[in-house]
C-alpha cells in the first residue's frame, strides 16, 4: 500500500535510502563482493549490457563504470535494436540484462540470441521468478522490493548498485583497480543511503520549481560523462508521467544542433556535481544562458559556488564520490518529474498509454 503517500512513485522514491541499503548490505557485506565465484571478469574480451528504457539508461551509466574502473570495452544497446541487427558477439565476454520486471519481451528475446554464443549471459532483474531471471546462466536481484509506479525509481538506483558492484568486482578480476582503490570505491557506495536522505530532506525547493516547470512547452536536460544517461532519464521520466516533451543531450553535443532550441521559455536542467568536467559542463551551460535559456543548475556546494551566477535557480545537493554522483542525482530528476507531474494533475502511477511491463514487441 501507500503508506500515507498520494502516490506509489512517491513512496518509492521515498524508500531509496532503504532498499538501497539492503542492496549495500547484500552485495558488499564486508570487505570483499558478494558476488559468485564464476562470475569471473578476467578474461574478458568485451561486455555486453542490453535492456530498454530506465534500464537502458542503468546500462548506459554502468558502461562508463566497467571501462573506467575495470578496462572493460562495453557494447550497450536498447534490446528492440540488438535482437535484431545480428550483432557479432566475442565468445570471450559475457552479456548482461538488466530488467525491472524480467519479464520485457525485447530484453528476453535478446537474452535468448546470446545464450549459444557468449560465455555467460547474466540477469540483473527485481523480480527473481521471471523469465530472464530463469533463462539467463546467473540472475542477481536488486533487490529493491516491488515497484508500483510505471515510472521506474527505486529499481533505477538498485540496477546502478548492482552494476557499479560488479565493475568493481570486474576492476580487481583484471588487475585494473588497486586494493586501495577498491576500497575507497566501496566506501564510497556505502555513503550513498546517507547522501540520499541528505537529498531527500525536504523536497520543498523541488516543489516550488515543478510549479513553473508544469509551465514549459519543451524542457532540456544536460550532462556530461555518466551525468549524460542521467540527463536522459530526467528526460524520459518528466515525459513519461508530466507529458511536456524534454529531452536529454550530452552537454557537449548541444553547439552541434540543440542549442537553436533555446529561448526564454525554455528551462534547461542541467546536472553537473563538482567533478573533473564541471568547467566544461558550466561553459556548455553559459551558452546556453548567452541565449537567454532558464536554467536550474543541480550541483553540489563547490560547484554552486563557482557557477550558480545568473542562472534561473540551483538545487543544492550533497557532496558525492566522483564515480556514483549518477545514483544520487537520480533523486533530484524523479522528484522533478513527480512534482511536475502532480502540478499539471496528471495520473502519476498510471499514466496514459504506459504498461509497467512491456511483454509484446
Ligand atoms: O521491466 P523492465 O525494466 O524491463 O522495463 C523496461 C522499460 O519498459 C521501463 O524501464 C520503462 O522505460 C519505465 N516505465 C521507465 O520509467
Redesign the pocket.
Known amino acids: 500500500e501507500k503508506a500515507g503517500y498520494k502516490h506509489f512513485m512517491a513512496k518509492e522514491i521515498a524508500e531509496q535510502p532503504v532498499v538501497l541499503g539492503d542492496a549495500l548490505a547484500h552485495y558488499l557485506p564486508g570487505d570483499t563482493v558478494n558476488l559468485p565465484e564464476t562470475l569471473d571478469f578476467s578474461g574478458l574480451e568485451r561486455l555486453t549490457l542490453v535492456?530498454?528504457?530506465?534500464?537502458f539508461y542503468a546500462c548506459s551509466v554502468a558502461k562508463y563504470w566497467f571501462e573506467t574502473l575495470a578496462g572493460l570495452p562495453c557494447e550497450i544497446d536498447v534490446a528492440s535494436e540488438f535482437r535484431y541487427r545480428e550483432p557479432p558477439i566475442p565468445a570471450k565476454s559475457f552479456a548482461l540484462f538488466?530488467?525491472?520486471?524480467?519479464?520485457?519481451a525485447d530484453?528476453l528475446a535478446a537474452l535468448r540470441y546470446c545464450r549459444e554464443k557468449v560465455a555467460k549471459t547474466v540477469a540483473v532483474v527485481n523480480v527473481a521468478t521471471s523469465s530472464i531471471a530463469r533463462e539467463a546462466d546467473v540472475a542477481l536481484p536488486i533487490l529493491a522490493g516491488v515497484e508500483v509506479g510505471?515510472?521506474?525509481t527505486k529499481?533505477f538506483t538498485c540496477q546502478l548498485l548492482v552494476l557499479a558492484t560488479l565493475a568493481l568486482k570486474a576492476g580487481r578480476d583484471r588487475g585494473h583497480l588497486s586494493a586501495e582503490a577498491f576500497a575507497a570505491h566501496v566506501a564510497g557506495l556505502r555513503s550513498l543511503p546517507g547522501l540520499m536522505n541528505a537529498a531527500l530532506a525536504g523536497d520543498g525547493p523541488v516543489a516550488a520549481l515543478a510549479e513553473r516547470l508544469a509551465e514549459a512547452q519543451d524542457i532540456l536536460f544536460l550532462g556530461r560523462g555518466p551525468m549524460f544517461p542521467l540527463a536522459l532519464e530526467g528526460a524520459?521520466?518528466l515525459k513519461?508521467i508530466s507529458y511536456i516533451h524534454a529531452e536529454g543531450y550530452a552537454s557537449g553535443e548541444l553547439k552541434h544542433g540543440p542549442i537553436a532550441l533555446i529561448d526564454r521559455s525554455v528551462p534547461v536542467i542541467v546536472l553537473a556535481p563538482h567533478d573533473r568536467l564541471f568547467d566544461k559542463t558550466v561553459s556548455n551551460m553559459q551558452e546556453v544562458m548567452a541565449r537567454h535559456g532558464q536554467v536550474l543548475l543541480i550541483s553540489d556546494a563547490k560547484g554552486l559556488a563557482a557557477a550558480a551566477e545568473g542562472v534561473w535557480a540551483t538545487l543544492k545537493m550533497p557532496e558525492v564520490p566522483e564515480p556514483f554522483a549518477p545514483i544520487l542525482y537520480a533523486l533530484p530528476a524523479q522528484l522533478l518529474a513527480y512534482h511536475t507531474a502532480v502540478a499539471k494533475g496528471t495520473d502519476v502511477d498510471q499514466p496514459r498509454n504506459?504498461a509497467k511491463?512491456?511483454t509484446v514487441e
Open positions: 535492456a530498454c528504457g530506465t534500464a538488466v530488467s525491472q520486471s524480467g519479464e520485457t530484453t510505471v515510472a521506474s529499481a524520459l521520466k513519461e504506459l511491463s512491456v
